[in-house]
């Protein structure tokens, strides 16, 4: 079954966010002010992510989506982003046999194709072998890109309906009466909810092309800490401040409170 969308129901909503999405940001200058390469950086950031899965899995978040990679981030020196691909390959090597064992279902989105045949087999492979898995769900956002998604998504669209219209002998369909759902359906992580909570690391406070759609109403969580640093305790200050809002999701309080009361 779909998931409902945020703009036209309120989703359920837990003490836990059931999806947490993180710009994991900060690499670079957590490496560079210890006089160390940028690289260093990214290395050290591969740890945190060891640890956020863990704290996530324990704490019963469901959803885990982790950006990696942005279709931009290409535009990064060529040795920054070679370096970037092997510590994503080591990773892979490493850990999917551990995140399989404690029952860890991994998706990679994004467009892959750019990625070597070497990378892509990995990837695949990785997701087929934890595919079954119900534990949690992990997302890594690689070659990644929000407006990607929503184009790519858009095209999908559009071709199911040109194949509906050919069977239809040229019945064509009006294009207001596309809805939300026909589109969302094609998006990369149809498979999940919209993020509850959204984290960005490293003090930026922008999107930086991240999961545009979805994020319509997710809680947006900034801190200037920098990802290698970001550990099981910066998550809880996360969650703690994401259990004090109020998501109203368009409607008022005192619709929330009835709403509440009624179910
Ligand atoms: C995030 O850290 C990692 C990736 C984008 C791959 P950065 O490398 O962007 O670190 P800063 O922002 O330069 O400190
Ligand atoms: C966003 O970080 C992408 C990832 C963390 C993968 P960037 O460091 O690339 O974002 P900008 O360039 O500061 O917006
Ligand atoms: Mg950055």
């Not at 957590?30 to 950031?45: D, I, N, Q, S």
């Not at 990625?115 to 492979?125: G, P, R």
């Not at 199911?160 to 040229?170: C, F, I, S």
Request: include cysteine; aromatic fraction near 8%; hydrophobic fraction near 40%.
């Amino acid at each position: 079954m779909p998931h409902s969308s945020s703009t036209q129901a309120v989703p359920s909503s837990s003490a836990v966010p059931r999806h947490v999405a993180i710009i994991m940001d900060g690499n670079g200058r957590w490496a560079t002010g210890r006089f160390l390469p940028r690289v260093a950086g990214h290395g050290k950031g591969v740890e945190a992510v060891r640890e956020i899965v863990e704290a996530c899995a324990v704490r019963g978040v469901k959803y885990l989506t982790l950006f990696a990679f942005s279709s931009e981030n290409w535009h990064r020196p060529a040795e920054e982003v070679s370096l970037l691909m092997r510590l994503f390959m080591a990773a892979l090597e490493r850990e999917v046999g551990k995140m399989h064992a404690n029952g860890i279902r991994l998706k990679v989105v994004g467009d892959l194709t750019r990625f070597d045949d070497k990378l892509q087999q990995m990837i695949e492979d990785a997701q087929r072998k934890t595919a079954n898995n119900t534990a949690m769900t992990v997302t890594v956002c690689a070659n990644y890109g929000g407006r990607w998604d929503v184009m790519q998504a858009v095209q999908k669209m559009l071709a199911v309906r040109a194949a509906g219209d050919e069977r239809a002998a040229g019945s064509r369909q009006d294009a207001a009466s596309f809805k939300e759902d026909e589109l969302a359906q094609h998006l990369a992580m149809a498979y999940a909810p919209e993020p509850d909570l959204f984290i960005r690391t490293g003090g930026e406070q922008r999107i930086s092309n991240f999961l545009l759609w979805q994020l319509a109403y997710s809680e947006l969580y900034f801190t200037d800490t920098y990802w290698p640093d970001f550990d099981a305790a910066e998550l809880d200050k996360a969650i703690t401040s994401y259990q004090q809002r109020e998501r109203r999701f368009g409607r008022t309080s005192e619709q929330l409170i009835e709403q509440k009361k009624a179910s």
